[in-house]
């Protein structure tokens, strides 16, 4: 991996960032939320692929609390009837003291659906709702990363709440400075180039 700036080892509150070279139309230009990565496998949520269903269609008791665009997003091609909820601790709120969530890293929590959203999301900034999952089983992940398929880079809690109009895979590039944010600027096919 020289010449790619520092690397980094996959773990929860890592992204995992698309290389120009992977074609998987699941994953193309795809930034990837680590939720785990042990030695069964890792798990972890497509942040930048929006649906069509708005929020209030499927979990309306959760649209107040849903960051902009309260829509629902794929958040990958396992268990796509499921749903997952990413959130955001606001400053000073101490995840493991709120009812219904789960520290992943930092302030970025899982949130239990099932719990009441006034409750749980008083003390959340942002949450996103995701339709399924991205796993990979045991070794999987770390074979695709040897591969040159992504990039693992440091997450922030604000690309989790993402707003409409941002290109999150192209700004993630961008701000790990050089030579990797070259990526951003890629074509897709370096043929039709």
């Not at 996959?10 to 785990?36: C, K, N, Q």
């Amino acid at each position: 991996m020289s010449g790619h700036g520092r690397v980094h080892r996959p773990e929860a509150g890592m992204l995992l960032v698309a290389s120009p070279t992977l074609t998987d139309p699941h994953f193309r230009r795809t930034v990837v939320y680590l939720i785990a990565h042990n030695d069964e496998g890792s798990a972890g949520l497509v942040l930048n692929r929006r649906t069509e269903t708005a929020v209030h269609n499927v979990l309306p008791t959760w649209t107040a609390k849903v960051s902009r665009p309260q829509a629902l997003y794929a958040g990958g091609p396992v268990q796509t009837s499921g749903a997952m909820c990413l959130g955001v601790s606001k400053v000073g709120v101490d995840p493991s003291d709120v009812d219904g969530v789960v520290r992943v890293h930092g302030s970025v929590v899982l949130v239990d659906l099932d719990s009441d959203p006034e409750a749980t999301g008083g003390a959340l900034s942002g949450v996103r709702i995701f339709a399924g999952h991205a796993g990979w089983g045991e070794g999987q992940l770390d074979e695709e990363i040897a591969e040159g398929a992504w990039f693992v880079v440091p997450g922030r809690p604000a690309d989790i709440v993402a707003g409409p109009r941002s290109d999150l895979w192209f700004e993630v590039l961008r701000r790990q400075g050089l030579p990797m944010a070259w990526h951003a600027y890629r074509p897709t096919d370096i043929r039709s180039n």
